[in-house]
T-cell receptor, first 111, second 115 residues
Framework: TQLLEQSPQFLSIQEGENLTVYCNSS?????LQWYRQEPGEGPVLLVT?????EVKKLKRLTFQFGDARKDSSLHITAAQPGDTGLYLC???????????FGAGTTVTVRA | GAGVSQSPSNKVTEKGKDVELRCDPI?????LYWYRQSLGQGLEFLIY????????KSGLPSDRFSAERTGGSVSTLTIQRTQQEDSAVYLC?????????????FGAGTRLSVL
């Protein structure tokens, strides 16, 4: 059973469209991280959100942490083929260093 | 190198054989983690090393799995008597500090296929 549920599992869109990926849990986390992983590579950290209700922007990517620190979303505006990859959310436990990962959302942006 | 290095990048083995996977963390990083990534399953925590402290082995799925870290640097994950369900990508990560939320830097992983 995944501690973090990501949806959708797969997303295929046309270049220029917007997309949103969701990460939900019944558990509270001290912070939440988003990673992008490309084929044959390890995950690379995109952002860490710490405060409930926090919104962070990274160019065309907007990350939001839920008020209760149980869920998060990633929104990509005007997606480009370079945004293609597996997006993973990971919750940082309140008590220790461990990351709990979601199963990931595979995003494909068609040119 | 500047990043986390893992070897081999691919390993094909027969059921019942033992395998060793190697991880070279970023120099100076005291914390080292092993994860397993199966298709559609996300990353599963296996084991964690921090300095000279006893490792946290709570994520190891069975006693066929073991890991060691020599000299606070290179780590080896050993799987004995491999089974087909062990097939997955094994990822190593290191971080400068072990505090919650510390940035973990991942290697490219070892793809293990057990025939």
């Amino acid at each position: 059973t995944q501690l973090l549920e990501q949806s959708p599992q797969f997303l295929s869109i046309q270049e220029g469209e917007n997309l949103t990926v969701y990460c939900n849990s019944s558990s509270v986390f001290s912070s939440l991280q988003w990673y992008r992983q490309e084929p044959g590579e390890g995950p690379v950290l995109l952002v860490t959100v710490v405060t409930g209700g926090e919104v962070k922007k990274l160019k065309r990517l907007t990350f939001q942490f839920g008020d209760a620190r149980k869920d998060s979303s990633l929104h990509i505006t005007a997606a480009q083929p370079g945004d293609t990859g597996l997006y993973l959310c990971a919750g940082v436990s309140l008590n220790d260093y461990k990351l709990s990962f979601g199963a990931g959302t595979t995003v494909t942006v068609r040119a | 190198g500047a990043g986390v290095s893992q070897s081999p990048s691919n390993k094909v083995t027969e059921k019942g054989k033992d395998v060793e996977l190697r991880c070279d963390p970023i120099s100076g990083h005291t914390a080292l983690y092993w994860y397993r990534q199966s298709l559609g399953q996300g990353l599963e925590f296996l084991i964690y090393f921090q300095g000279n402290s006893a490792p946290d082995k709570s994520g190891l799925p069975s006693d066929r799995f073991s890991a060691e870290r020599t000299g606070g640097s290179v780590s080896t994950l050993t799987i004995q008597r491999t089974q087909q369900e062990d097939s997955a990508v094994y990822l190593c990560a290191s971080s400068q500090v072990a505090l919650a939320g510390g940035i973990q830097y991942f290697g490219a992983g070892t793809r293990l296929s057990v025939l």
